[in-house]
């Protein structure tokens, strides 16, 4: 049962323009939302974050907007740099509990120059 | 700087060997976390450890055991390796809830 969703394997894009990456959660209880980024052969990294009270946060080039109703959230790059090539993972946590990590299945994103 | 080391960037074993995979934190963390990264199927949390001497099991810990006798360093054990382990091995900590996990570079395990 797969809560955190991630339906675009890959997205090309060109540089300068913006990279959209989407995520669903079927869990209404994650109440706090994270995007990581994975260069090949090293372990994700932290990239910004929201919680369930706002809906957008926003951290230079990166912005994630969170639609609470739909279940939906995204990740906004602008303007997208040969750099950002990587795979993204986003992630959810509820608040409840032990707050551990529920990761998607990951979206690798090219950059084409 | 948060470093998050692994005994072993790559590794190969035989079907049935016992594994230890290992991993060091140098930033005082109380949380430890084991996942295992598989393509299509994105992160998967195996065991964490909130202290010392505390586990507690993830989605997928059939298979695995964990050892933390120290604060800064989580073991992930392979009783017995079977080929379905093959995979990359992703150790992280954190600080405490809510806090952001910190990653290792991961360990590539093939199993023969």
């Known amino acids: 049962d797969q809560q955190v969703k991630q339906n675009s394997p890959s997205l090309s894009v060109q540089e300068g323009r913006i990279s959209i990456l989407n995520c669903d959660y079927t869990?209404?209880?994650?109440?706090?939302f994270l995007w990581y980024k994975k260069y090949p052969a090293e372990g994700p990294t932290f990239l910004i974050s929201?919680?369930?009270?706002?809906d957008k946060n926003e951290d230079g080039r990166f912005t994630v907007f969170l639609n609470k109703s739909a279940k939906h959230l995204s990740l906004h790059i602008v303007p997208s740099q040969p750099g950002d090539s990587a795979v993204y993972f986003c992630a959810a946590s509820a608040k409840v509990g032990n707050e551990k990590l529920t990761f998607g299945t990951g979206t690798r994103l090219t950059i084409i120059p | 700087d948060v470093k998050v080391t692994q005994s072993s960037r790559y590794l190969v074993k035989r079907t049935g060997e016992k594994v230890f995979l290992e991993c060091v934190q140098d930033m005082d963390h109380e949380n430890m976390f084991w996942y295992r990264q598989d393509p299509g199927l994105g992160l998967r949390l195996i065991y964490f450890s909130y202290d010392v001497k505390m586990k507690e099991k993830g989605d997928i810990p059939e298979g695995y055991s964990v050892s933390r006798e120290k604060k800064e360093r989580f073991s992930l054990i392979l009783e017995s390796a079977s080929t379905n382990q093959t995979s990359m091995y992703l150790c992280?900590?954190?600080?405490?809830?809510?806090?952001?996990?910190?990653f290792g570079p991961g360990t590539r395990l093939l199993v023969l």
């Open positions: 869990n209404s209880m994650f109440d706090y």
């Open positions: 992280a900590s954190r600080t405490g809830m809510r806090e952001t996990q910190y």
């Open positions: 929201i919680s369930s009270i706002k």
